[in-house]
């Protein structure tokens, strides 16, 4: 038998705000923006305690995470299909003929290819892991939604 703790993102307002371009495909190569939940649940052993891990803990540490995107244009380090550059105060973003600029104080630099839900869940989950014990947790999944009922999950054994 597995148990598990669950963090739903819509209804415990571990959600944010951000703005981002996936230039592989054309209706979201435009710069758009989404208000994201992310959700989690955490296998592992039950302790002496009769839990797995405290709620306040891994609320605390979602939030941690959303803060640092909310309000932010998420720019994909490792994209190959666009050509950054910092000058200045400004980031220049070219892709498929387009050129956007934008205050470097107002973009999170992620190390992904993209930021589609499914890389945003990996970068989430490995942010997580770095901020919980971990002597209960056996894995984690982590979701992120673009909209009520539409997002991408991912999950690691640790």
Not at 9 to 28: D, T, V
Not at 66 to 77: R, T
Request: glycine fraction near 6%; charged fraction near 25%; hydrophobic fraction near 35%.
């Amino acid at each position: 038998m597995k148990s598990y703790v669950e963090i739903d993102g819509w209804k415990s307002n571990i959600r944010f705000s951000s703005a981002h371009i996936i230039p592989e495909y054309e209706k979201c190569g435009r710069l758009h923006g989404h208000t994201y939940a992310v959700h989690t649940k955490i296998y592992g052993k039950i302790d002496e305690k009769g839990i797995i891990i405290d709620f306040s803990i891994l609320k605390e540490a979602l939030k941690q995470i959303v803060n640092q995107l909310d309000h932010k244009i998420l720019i994909p380090e490792n994209t190959k299909v666009a050509e950054i550059t910092k000058e200045n105060e400004n980031v220049k973003v070219f892709t498929k003929g387009k050129k956007y600029s934008f205050p470097i104080t107002d973009c999170e630099f992620l190390p992904l290819i993209s930021t589609s839900a499914e890389n945003l869940s990996s970068f989430i989950l490995d942010q997580l892991i770095k901020k919980l014990p971990n002597e209960n947790i056996e894995s984690i999944q982590v979701g992120v939604d673009e909209g009520f009922g539409q997002g991408a999950r991912i999950i690691k054994e640790l």
